[in-house]
Structure formats: C-alpha cells, structure tokens
C-alpha cells in the first residue's frame, strides 16, 4: 500500500534517487555515477522506455557479493513502462567491457540478472496499491535470499518517501515545483499520459462521418 501511484511512477522515472534514497543497497558508491549515467530512452504511444547505464564502476553493496569474478562491472536498469501503471524491469551487471552495452544477447547469456514488476494503481484519492514482482537467474537460493532481504530495505524507503512527498504536495500544491535535468523522463511519461487521457476523454472524440 502506498499513498500516490502518480508518485510512484515519477519515483521509478527518475532514477537519480537511488543515489541518495537506497544508499545502503543498490545506490552505494557515488552519486554522481547515477547523476551523469547513461541513458537511452525510446517513447512509444503507449509508454516508454528507458535503461540506465553505468559503466566500469564498483558493484553497489547489494550486488557485491553476487558476482563471480573480480573487478570492475558494467550495470544496467532497463524500465519499460506500460501506462497507466505497468512497469518491467530488467536490471544486470556484467564484467566491465566485456560487451554488455553492445549486445542484449550478451547481456542475457553472461549477465547476472533480475527481472521486476511493478503494477501501480490508485484505491483512493490517497492511497495506492503497489504489486512488486521479482525473478532472477542467481544460481543459488542465499544469492536469492541476500537481494531480497535489499529489496525489502528499498520499497520502504520509497514508500517512506512517496508518502512524505504526498504529504508536502497536500499541504502546499504542486505549481511551484521545476522540473530539473533529471526529470526529463518523468516529465516525457507525464506528456504521454496527458495525451493518452485527452484520447480517452468522449468530448475529444472525433464526429463519425455518416453515410
Ligand atoms: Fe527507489
């Protein structure tokens, strides 16, 4: 349960949070690494989506005892969202340079790799439900057991963090907030979702030529 899936979905948009909100898991090390990674996003009517890429940089605590080599690694969250709520993540890590940017086929052979869902959809003005899958390839349960524990440490603190900023757009309304370079893929989804509702809205419609 949750107190905005408008919010929710801004959350999952702009993933520069992570630097800052889930230090302790997968957001450790330098945020500016979150802040200048790469990213490559394609909009289509229905949604959008998007992966993040960070390149040759230390696996984040959450990860660091996954892997079975040394080193550096490659990472990437790929985020796929279906609107109105319908979010699929795929988030992975391989060696660095070994070819992960370059192939998706690499990516799912080599890679070691999680895959989310994330369905959001409103109850009341001001609540929310938040389903949460997740799947993974680790080759073994205490790998499985190790992210999850990570992942229960995360969702509340984005639920902490959805229902304080709720709470701060309540009390003082929402005109006064500017957008910032991170929030291009937010503000894009907030475009596509405008236009998807226009289109549903029956005052829109088109006249049927009669015959
Ligand atoms: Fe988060």
Request: overall charge negative.
């Amino acid at each position: 349960m949750c107190s905005n899936s408008t919010l929710l979905i801004d959350n999952l948009m702009d993933l520069s949070h992570v630097a800052y909100l889930h230090k302790s898991t997968v957001g450790s090390g330098d945020p500016m690494a979150h802040v200048s990674a790469k990213f490559d996003v394609e909009e289509r009517a229905n949604g959008l989506k998007f992966t993040k890429w960070i390149f040759d940089t230390e696996p984040p605590a959450a990860f660091a005892n996954l892997r079975d080599y040394a080193g550096k690694i490659d990472r990437w969250s790929e985020q796929d969202l279906f609107s109105p709520g319908s979010l699929f993540t795929w988030i992975g890590m391989m060696e660095a340079g070994a070819g992960a940017y370059e192939s998706e086929q690499l990516r799912a052979e080599k890679g070691l790799t999680q895959r989310l869902f994330h369905g959001m959809t409103p109850e009341t003005e001001d609540s929310c439900h938040y389903f949460f899958v997740w799947a993974s390839d680790f080759p073994n349960d205490d790998m499985a057991d190790s992210i999850w524990a990570s992942f229960e440490i995360l969702l509340e603190e984005d639920r902490m963090m959805v229902d304080a900023q709720a709470e701060r757009n309540r009390e003082f309304g929402e005109d006064h907030l500017v957008p910032i370079a991170s929030d291009d893929i937010r503000m894009r989804v907030k475009r596509i979702m405008t236009r998807l509702k226009s289109a549903e809205d029956p005052s829109n419609a088109q006249p049927v030529a009669q015959v």
